[in-house]
């Protein structure tokens, strides 16, 4: 009998262990669920958002705002959606960012630990206006390894940005990021166009950094098409080198190396160029000092070899000796004996002004016993050079050329000074 209520008993007390499982099981659901209706009466999304986002503002060192209508949304991960956010360094005139909406997921750890360390899981920015110069300047109070970057471990999205630089920015910015972490490889995708005074650059590009915490391994690669005014240069390029970003942005040194086709009127030249310095942004304008060049053309690009600098920002300053290997095959022809020799022309050239060339261009060449001191126009340079009929067998230029011997027309002529006069271009600038 004792076994027989045994057995009678054994079918009762499973179901009650399953209540109890069940049960187990339902109270941490039940608790979670409570916690989020009380987080969602007690903390509405216009009082926790400026609360979130000042903490995060206040952990990398920004003041962040948003007076747009604010949402949010609790579960697992934690999302905020704000609209017209601003944000920047304490007392700055300028803000660093400006975004039309934005979305931040953060995991639950993040909030427990008042942002520090800063951990995301998803950014997503609509409409961003970026400053570069007020990001510099941030970047550079920034305190060194970890801290200095958020982690963003399901990435980041920018549609329709901007980058506002000193006289350029970039527009239709689109970018996209699968994760950020300072000690993790970095792979993004950009795209947009360049845009200044004179000139537009539409590009699409690839970006890795190998330790973005470090800066080592920077590269960047992709298609580029700047165009002026008769001319465009679609081109392949590619940039790398030790990114830093104290004191201003800079890759010590810069590798950059560009595949490219000149299109002007009915002109196509195609080219390669190469640059090898130390690239410095500082005070709104960028430098390659000292920089090594080597440009390989053909027709009207020469094949030179050069040292020198430069410095872009609202005037371009350009400074390079170097030799060009052979006389270029669509340049003038020079009279015999120059014509004949296959010595290297040794050139210097100097340029300070206008980005857009628009300021003469002085010139030295030397080759055997040929000497020419003077100045080029060179947007004239281009249309003649360009031109599907020339109205005369030189090119525009300013300057004197001495020879010691040379042949016109079967005569042999010697002590030779001929003194070129183009009338300058009435936007010219002083000849540095």
Aim: aromatic share 6%.
């Amino acid at each position: 009998m004792n076994a027989g209520r045994a057995q009678a008993a054994t079918p009762r007390a499973r179901p009650r262990w399953a209540r109890i499982a069940l049960a187990l099981c339902a109270v941490p659901l039940a608790l979670g669920l409570l916690l989020w209706l009380v987080l969602a009466l007690a903390f509405p999304p216009e009082r926790i958002v400026p609360l979130v986002l000042a903490r995060v503002g206040a952990s990398i060192g920004l003041e962040i705002s948003a007076d747009g209508d604010a949402a949010s949304r609790f579960g697992a991960r934690p999302s905020f959606v704000v609209r017209n956010l601003v944000a920047r360094e304490p007392g700055a005139a300028r803000p660093l960012l400006q975004a039309r909406r934005v979305l931040v997921a953060l995991p639950w750890r993040t909030i427990r630990a008042l942002g520090d360390p800063l951990e995301l899981a998803r950014v997503e920015l609509d409409g961003a206006v970026l400053d570069l110069p007020a990001l510099q300047h941030w970047l550079a109070t920034r305190p060194p390894g970890a801290g200095r970057l958020p982690i963003v471990s399901d990435g980041l999205q920018v549609t329709g940005g901007r980058i506002d630089g000193d006289g350029w920015h970039v527009e239709a910015l689109r970018l996209a990021l699968p994760r950020l972490h300072p000690e993790r490889p970095l792979r993004a995708q950009v795209s947009g166009r360049y845009v200044d005074a004179s000139r537009r650059a539409p590009f699409a590009l690839a970006a890795s950094l190998v330790r973005p915490a470090s800066g080592r391994g920077f590269a960047l690669a992709g298609p580029v098409a700047p165009e002026g005014d008769g001319w465009r240069v679609p081109a392949w390029i590619l940039l790398s080198g030790a990114l830093h970003w104290e004191d201003g942005l800079r890759l010590l040194p810069a590798r950059f190396g560009a595949s490219a086709r000149l299109f002007a009127g009915d002109t196509v030249a195609p080219f390669a160029l190469g640059l090898h310095a130390p690239l410095r942004s500082h005070a709104g304008a960028w430098t390659l000092v000292p920089a090594g060049i080597a440009l390989r053309g053909e027709g009207l690009v020469p094949s030179l070899d050069a040292r020198g600098r430069i410095a872009y920002g609202q005037r371009l300053l350009f400074e390079a000796e170097g030799r060009i290997a052979r006389w270029p095959s669509e340049w003038p022809t020079l009279p015999p004996p120059l014509g004949a020799s296959r010595v290297p022309l040794d050139l210097a050239l100097a340029y300070r002004g206008a980005p857009d060339l628009s300021a003469p261009l002085s010139l030295r060449a030397a080759r055997d016993d040929l000497r020419f001191d003077g100045r080029l126009d060179v947007p004239a340079l281009v249309a003649w050079g360009t031109a599907p009929t020339r109205d005369s067998p030189l090119p525009p230029l300013q300057g004197r050329l001495q020879a010691a011997r040379i042949e016109v027309s079967g005569a042999e002529l010697e002590g030779v000074v001929l003194e070129f006069e183009d009338d300058p271009p009435a936007t010219a600038a002083p000849a540095p």
